[in-house]
């Protein structure tokens, strides 16, 4: 099974600040990638999928890229809205060309990075 | 609106059973895959189970396989998950989930049920 590892856990930032969270994988993926943004009591909301695409109406200060083992979310400049908890995703055993599952279900969540006031 | 509305969550006794329910509303609740995640308290995200939209395909987390049952009917929209040999370690806000087409990922959320294993 694929591991994914995010760094860092913990992320001090200041509003105008440009963030890089960093997801790991413990072998190399095949661009299925998403991340989402996590609030206190809330459920976690959709951010970025295929590693770089953003969902509609998500701000365009969030942007992702990355390839093979190591992807990366950055917020360019850090708004208040923007303190929360961030999780990367990855889908295993899916083909993304004909939307097909094959060999089931397989899918991993990293550990979380919360980026809190400085 | 479009929406998912959990229920079913609440206190159980380790051992026990409990199944878990899924109203999909807004949207053509047969034209996508849904899953189930869970997040444990102060935790973080667990994938625990997924069905295709035609339910011949589906999927668990290691830690449920054998123990958790997901399965839909698309007549009713509803999504479900039949728990059982629940232990503490099951304890959590369970979401269910929508899986945007080709994309891998989940663009839509409940508001997630809380289930309680203790004595």
């Known amino acids: 099974d694929i591991q994914l590892t995010q760094s860092p856990s913990i992320l001090s930032a200041s509003v105008g600040d440009r963030v890089t969270i960093t997801c790991r994988a413990s072998?190399?993926?095949?661009?299925?990638l998403a991340w989402y943004q996590q609030k206190p009591g809330k459920a976690p909301k959709f951010l970025i999928y295929?590693?770089?695409s953003l969902e509609s109406g998500v701000p365009s200060r969030f942007s992702g890229r990355g390839s093979g083992t190591e992807f990366t979310l950055t917020i360019s400049s850090l708004q208040p809205d923007d303190f929360a908890t961030y999780y990367c995703?990855?889908?295993?055993?899916?083909?993304?060309?004909?939307?097909?599952?094959?060999?089931?279900?397989?899918?991993?969540f990293g550990q979380g990075t919360k980026v809190e006031f400085k | 609106e479009v929406q998912l509305v959990e229920s079913g969550g609440g206190l159980i006794q380790p051992g026990r059973s409990l199944r878990l329910s899924c109203v999909a509303s807004?949207?053509?609740?047969?034209?996508?895959?849904m899953h189930w995640v869970r997040q444990l308290p102060g935790r973080g995200l667990e994938w625990v189970s997924g069905?295709?939209?035609?339910?011949?395909?589906?999927g668990y987390g290691d830690s449920v396989k054998g123990r958790f049952t997901i399965s839909r009917d698309n007549a009713e929209n509803s999504l479900y998950l039949q728990m059982n040999s629940l232990t503490t370690e099951d304890t959590a806000l369970y979401y269910c989930?929508?899986?945007?087409?080709?994309?891998?990922?989940?663009?839509?959320w409940g508001q997630g049920t809380l289930v309680t294993v203790s004595s």
């Open positions: 807004g949207f053509t609740f047969d034209n996508y895959d």
């Open positions: 995703q990855h889908y295993d055993s899916y083909s993304l060309t004909s939307g097909q599952h094959y060999n089931g279900f397989s899918l991993a």
């Open positions: 069905i295709n939209s035609n339910s011949r395909v589906k």
């Open positions: 989930t929508r899986e945007a087409p080709r994309t891998g990922a989940f663009d839509l």
């Open positions: 072998q190399s993926l095949s661009g299925w």
């Open positions: 295929k590693a770089s």
